[in-house]
């Protein structure tokens, strides 16, 4: 070979090393050159890829014209967010992020003004990078990175990055909302410790939520996160002095990893393969399509935060509990969330306050309301020694400044707002005893806010003089008037005698409900309406004015209103009471208070469900209203027609009972099912086909069958089920009661679960109820005392059907 053929051959293969060593150094890190710009535009996502095309830096749009200038992962359907620089300040559309010599700058196109930066502190910069590793990087030219993703982290950690003791880890404010939270984690005295920040005094008494106690002499300077997986607390040395994800898992090859300190305060691992990650496919290993957690810390965060000080994880006034392993924030009865949309605010009372006037009887109007399995650590005021329940309950009653008190083998008194709260499972030696106004004890409440304003004295004693004269004035002439009338005239407005109904005028109530045009609801009676009366002295109140069919009447216009008059003689807590009535010539309406959370059905079968302790409340409530109606009101009165829909809900999910008494206003043979038999198909006793006499019992049968939906929260007759057997609710009840399988009825139901002796005792109860023999029923007053625990259930008979498909 000769000299010049070898150099020929030598500069070649020179030449393609380098032309390699170019390739492969490409493959690393896809540059960027100075005076690149990426801009915030709407559905177009400019980005610097890294050179794999796994992850992109650019602007991502969370809001309507909001833009975040963010990290995400490029290959994933949901282009999940790792980094953001602008989360407390999003910019509007055209916004321009800029690579300089002196670092990075994103400017806002509203304003004109630098937003954020990447300082470097003086000039050097040559160019960026949007790293394999998901870090972005600003280098100068001799490949020396002068700043980094990876050092200033805001809520998320990725393989290979490290958490050293300067940077903090801060939580955004909720899923949607990048801004600030008021979570964070640090490495600090050796130990990673989890804090819960102070939002209206930064800086002042953060709280130490995890771990409960410091790790003595830990000297813990860094967190790892390697690529297998495994994030843990490293010492100087190297020694890992703190695992905090199992270090026994290898996810280092086809999934993509992060760990991330999420707005509800728990730090989480998640994977995601990148099996599924080609056009968005999800049809492989994943079908889920999404992220999967494989480790949280802490455990549960309900019960981890409980300071003397502070709102703990759910805000003032509402309490937190684990559900599908996330902390949900949940309002108490009688009090409501501050913000709708942000419940880790916390709730407030939308009651009035006890009075503290020493001759006040304000005591008379509140209730103590209990509930098991909750807590409130810290923050007492008062605690008493070997107490009873009862004694604890009117200790916080007949005390104005009590809000709740909580009670185990003591009782401890709070004030309000009171923090920490929380509902577990492991919570089994305490209860809530909370404090609530029972129901119209307060001022009547308004359909809109009415502003009373202060005027002078004097002018007020003349006005009043004038009225006066003018009123008695009136009267002389209104008293001849009547003298020389032909006919009496109901006059709108007037009291009935010896009741507090109100006879309204059609017109009156046309122009209440706004011309009777927005329908709240309907059913075999007539239609309801929702509208707003006036009660005198600018007093106006929320009402349902239910619209009678005219062609279900069967009373003329004196029985009708002897009917009326009768049904408002009635009076108890968990019916709804009767305001007054029209009964003008065709026209025939009721008048009813109104109730804010509707009916039961709305609830019980929607997608919001009603949680255990309320629906036990409920069936209760329900008992205790059916037997004032059987045996505590002057004439009895039978129902006719019990079922979810006629079951409303106050402000407190506190059960009212509508529609009682109108059977006796209806015709005889009005009916939703079949001639001669009132009431509706599914809840119809049997004696209504057998033409037995119809007594109070027919009601027992109805309620058991509703008795028997809020235990399993389903209607009675469900077509689509996988199992046949479970079509009819009764007959499955029956069979799961017989066979000792009660556990099947609420098997999706956790809290339910949890109290399965009570959930055995109400279905016991509801057997009973439906028993097809009247006699075997029992009445309203002893299922009232079964469920209230003053009688003992024992077990019912057998029986093959309870005929429920009728």
């Given at each position: 070979?000769?000299?010049?053929?070898?150099?020929?051959?030598?500069?070649?293969?020179?030449?393609?090393?380098?032309?390699?060593?170019?390739?492969?150094?490409?493959?690393?890190?896809?540059?960027?050159?100075?005076?690149?710009?990426?801009?915030?535009?709407?559905?177009?996502?400019?980005?610097?890829?890294?050179?794999?095309?796994?992850?992109?830096f650019?602007?991502?749009?969370?809001q309507k014209?909001g833009?975040?200038l963010?990290?995400?992962?490029?290959?994933?359907?949901?282009?999940?967010?790792?980094?953001?620089?602008?989360?407390?300040?999003?910019?509007?559309q055209?916004?321009?992020?800029?690579?300089?010599?002196?670092?990075?700058?994103?400017?806002?196109?509203?304003?004109?003004?630098?937003?954020?930066s990447?300082?470097?502190?003086?000039?050097?910069v040559?160019?960026?990078?949007?790293?394999?590793?998901?870090?972005?990087v600003l280098?100068?030219?001799?490949?020396?990175?002068?700043?980094?993703?990876?050092d200033?982290?805001?809520?998320t950690?990725?393989?290979?990055?490290?958490?050293?003791?300067?940077?903090?880890l801060a939580?955004?404010?909720?899923?949607?909302?990048?801004?600030?939270?008021?979570y964070?984690?640090?490495?600090?005295?050796?130990?990673?410790?989890?804090?819960?920040?102070?939002l209206?005094?930064?800086?002042?008494g953060n709280?130490?939520?995890?771990?409960?106690?410091?790790?003595?002499?830990?000297?813990?300077?860094?967190v790892?996160?390697?690529?297998?997986?495994?994030?843990?607390?490293?010492?100087?040395?190297?020694?890992?002095?703190?695992?905090l994800?199992?270090?026994?898992?290898?996810?280092?090859?086809?999934?993509?990893q992060?760990?991330?300190?999420?707005?509800?305060?728990?730090?989480?691992?998640y994977?995601?393969?990148?099996?599924?990650?080609d056009?968005g496919?999800?049809?492989?290993?994943?079908?889920?399509?999404?992220?999967?957690?494989t480790s949280?810390?802490?455990d549960?965060?309900?019960?981890?935060?409980?300071?003397?000080?502070?709102?703990?994880?759910?805000?003032?006034?509402?309490?937190?509990?684990?559900?599908?392993?996330?902390?949900?924030?949940?309002?108490?009865?009688g009090?409501?969330?501050?913000?709708?949309?942000?419940?880790?605010?916390?709730?407030?009372?939308?009651?009035?306050?006890?009075?503290?006037?020493?001759?006040?009887?304000?005591?008379?109007?509140?209730?103590?309301?209990?509930?098991?399995?909750?807590?409130?650590?810290?923050?007492?005021?008062?605690?008493?020694?070997?107490?009873s329940?009862?004694?604890?309950?009117?200790?916080?009653?007949?005390?104005?400044?009590?809000?709740?008190?909580?009670?185990?083998?003591?009782?401890?008194?709070?004030?309000?707002?009171?923090?920490?709260?929380?509902?577990?499972?492991?919570?089994?030696?305490?209860k809530t005893?909370?404090?609530?106004?029972?129901?119209?004890?307060?001022?009547?409440?308004?359909?809109?806010?009415?502003?009373?304003?202060?005027?002078?004295?004097t002018?007020l004693?003349?006005?009043?003089?004038v009225?006066?004269?003018?009123?008695?004035?009136?009267?002389?002439?209104l008293?001849f008037?009547?003298?020389?009338?032909?006919?009496s005239?109901?006059?709108?407005?007037?009291?009935?005698?010896?009741?507090n109904?109100?006879?309204?005028?059609?017109?009156?109530?046309?122009?209440?409900?706004?011309g009777?045009?927005?329908?709240?609801?309907?059913?075999?009676f007539?239609?309801?309406?929702?509208?707003?009366?006036?009660?005198g002295?600018?007093?106006?109140?929320?009402?349902?004015?239910?619209?009678l069919?005219s062609n279900?009447?069967?009373e003329?216009?004196?029985?009708?209103?002897?009917?009326?008059?009768?049904?408002?003689h009635?009076?108890?807590?968990?019916?709804?009471?009767?305001?007054?009535?029209?009964?003008?010539?065709?026209?025939?309406?009721?008048?009813?208070?109104?109730?804010?959370?509707?009916?039961?059905?709305?609830l019980?079968?929607g997608?919001?469900?009603?949680?255990?302790?309320?629906?036990?409340?409920?069936?209760?409530?329900?008992?205790?209203?059916?037997?004032?109606?059987?045996?505590?009101?002057?004439?009895?009165?039978?129902?006719?027609?019990?079922?979810?829909?006629?079951?409303?809900?106050?402000?407190?999910?506190?059960?009212?009972?509508?529609?009682?008494?109108?059977?006796?206003?209806?015709?005889?043979?009005?009916?939703?099912?079949t001639?001669?038999?009132?009431?509706?198909k599914?809840?119809?006793a049997?004696?209504?086909?057998?033409?037995?006499?119809?007594?109070?019992?027919v009601?027992?049968?109805?309620?058991?069958?509703?008795?028997?939906?809020?235990?399993?929260?389903?209607?009675?007759?469900?077509?689509?089920?996988?199992?046949?057997?479970?079509?009819?609710?009764?007959?499955?009840?029956?069979?799961?009661?017989?066979?000792?399988?009660?556990?099947?009825?609420?098997?999706?139901d956790?809290?339910?679960?949890?109290?399965m002796?009570?959930?055995?005792?109400?279905v016991?109860?509801?057997?009973?109820?439906?028993?097809?023999?009247?006699?075997?029923?029992?009445?309203?007053k002893?299922?009232?005392?079964?469920?209230?625990?003053?009688?003992?259930?024992?077990?019912?008979?057998?029986?093959?059907?309870?005929?429920?498909?009728?």
């Amino acid at each position: 070979m000769s000299t010049t053929s070898s150099h020929t051959i030598f500069l070649s293969l020179f030449l393609l090393m380098l032309l390699c060593s170019s390739s492969a150094a490409d493959q690393t890190q896809r540059n960027v050159s100075l005076g690149s710009t990426l801009t915030a535009k709407l559905n177009q996502n400019e980005s610097w890829l890294s050179p794999a095309g796994e992850y992109a830096f650019g602007f991502q749009q969370i809001q309507k014209d909001g833009f975040l200038l963010a990290i995400w992962f490029n290959k994933i359907p949901q282009k999940t967010i790792v980094w953001s620089a602008n989360g407390n300040n999003l910019v509007r559309q055209g916004s321009i992020v800029e690579l300089t010599n002196l670092g990075l700058v994103l400017r806002d196109s509203t304003t004109g003004r630098d937003v954020w930066s990447a300082d470097v502190s003086g000039t050097g910069v040559s160019h960026a990078a949007m790293t394999d590793t998901g870090n972005f990087v600003l280098a100068n030219q001799n490949h020396v990175n002068l700043w980094e993703s990876f050092d200033n982290p805001t809520d998320t950690l990725l393989p290979t990055q490290v958490l050293g003791q300067d940077p903090e880890l801060a939580a955004r404010y909720s899923e949607s909302n990048y801004s600030t939270g008021k979570y964070y984690i640090k490495v600090d005295n050796g130990n990673l410790v989890f804090y819960v920040r102070r939002l209206t005094m930064p800086g002042q008494g953060n709280i130490i939520y995890w771990p409960e106690n410091q790790t003595p002499g830990n000297d813990g300077t860094q967190v790892r996160f390697n690529q297998s997986g495994s994030i843990y607390l490293q010492a100087q040395n190297g020694t890992i002095t703190e695992q905090l994800t199992p270090s026994n898992s290898d996810f280092s090859k086809g999934f993509y990893q992060r760990g991330i300190l999420e707005y509800d305060g728990v730090f989480r691992h998640y994977i995601y393969p990148k099996d599924n990650d080609d056009n968005g496919s999800n049809s492989r290993a994943w079908p889920s399509g999404e992220w999967s957690p494989t480790s949280f810390i802490p455990d549960n965060i309900c019960l981890s935060i409980r300071a003397d000080k502070g709102p703990g994880a759910c805000g003032y006034n509402s309490y937190c509990k684990l559900e599908d392993g996330r902390p949900s924030c949940h309002c108490l009865s009688g009090y409501t969330f501050i913000d709708s949309k942000d419940e880790m605010k916390g709730c407030k009372p939308n009651f009035e306050a006890q009075n503290c006037d020493e001759d006040s009887e304000d005591v008379n109007n509140f209730t103590m309301i209990s509930m098991d399995n909750t807590n409130w650590p810290q923050g007492d005021y008062e605690v008493f020694t070997s107490m009873s329940e009862d004694d604890c309950r009117n200790a916080c009653l007949f005390d104005c400044f009590c809000a709740l008190a909580i009670y185990g083998d003591s009782c401890w008194k709070k004030r309000s707002p009171f923090s920490n709260g929380v509902m577990d499972s492991s919570i089994k030696s305490t209860k809530t005893l909370l404090k609530v106004r029972k129901e119209n004890s307060t001022t009547t409440k308004s359909c809109n806010n009415i502003v009373s304003k202060t005027k002078d004295q004097t002018t007020l004693i003349v006005t009043g003089a004038v009225i006066v004269g003018i009123s008695v004035f009136l009267h002389i002439l209104l008293f001849f008037f009547r003298l020389h009338r032909k006919a009496s005239v109901v006059r709108s407005n007037q009291t009935i005698t010896k009741t507090n109904l109100q006879n309204f005028t059609f017109a009156e109530l046309e122009k209440a409900t706004n011309g009777l045009k927005e329908q709240i609801g309907s059913g075999a009676f007539g239609v309801v309406f929702k509208g707003c009366v006036e009660l005198g002295n600018n007093n106006t109140l929320a009402v349902a004015v239910k619209k009678l069919d005219s062609n279900m009447l069967r009373e003329g216009e004196q029985e009708f209103q002897a009917e009326v008059m009768s049904i408002g003689h009635t009076n108890h807590k968990n019916l709804v009471k009767l305001i007054g009535f029209c009964n003008e010539g065709h026209h025939r309406l009721l008048v009813y208070e109104y109730m804010s959370n509707g009916s039961l059905a709305s609830l019980l079968f929607g997608h919001s469900k009603l949680k255990w302790h309320q629906r036990m409340q409920i069936a209760v409530g329900t008992a205790r209203g059916l037997f004032y109606l059987h045996e505590e009101c002057n004439t009895q009165i039978i129902h006719c027609d019990i079922k979810p829909q006629n079951i409303l809900l106050d402000d407190l999910y506190t059960a009212r009972i509508c529609d009682f008494g109108l059977a006796k206003i209806l015709k005889t043979d009005q009916t939703r099912t079949t001639t001669g038999i009132r009431g509706t198909k599914g809840y119809v006793a049997p004696e209504w086909f057998r033409n037995l006499a119809v007594t109070a019992k027919v009601d027992v049968y109805s309620y058991g069958i509703l008795l028997l939906e809020l235990i399993c929260c389903r209607k009675n007759v469900e077509e689509n089920v996988e199992d046949d057997a479970q079509m009819i609710l009764a007959d499955w009840a029956c069979d799961c009661y017989e066979s000792g399988e009660v556990r099947c009825l609420v098997e999706n139901d956790d809290e339910a679960l949890e109290e399965m002796k009570m959930v055995e005792k109400y279905v016991m109860v509801a057997l009973w109820c439906i028993q097809e023999d009247p006699s075997l029923r029992p009445t309203m007053k002893k299922v009232m005392l079964m469920l209230e625990g003053s009688v003992k259930v024992s077990a019912p008979p057998l029986s093959n059907s309870f005929i429920s498909s009728l």
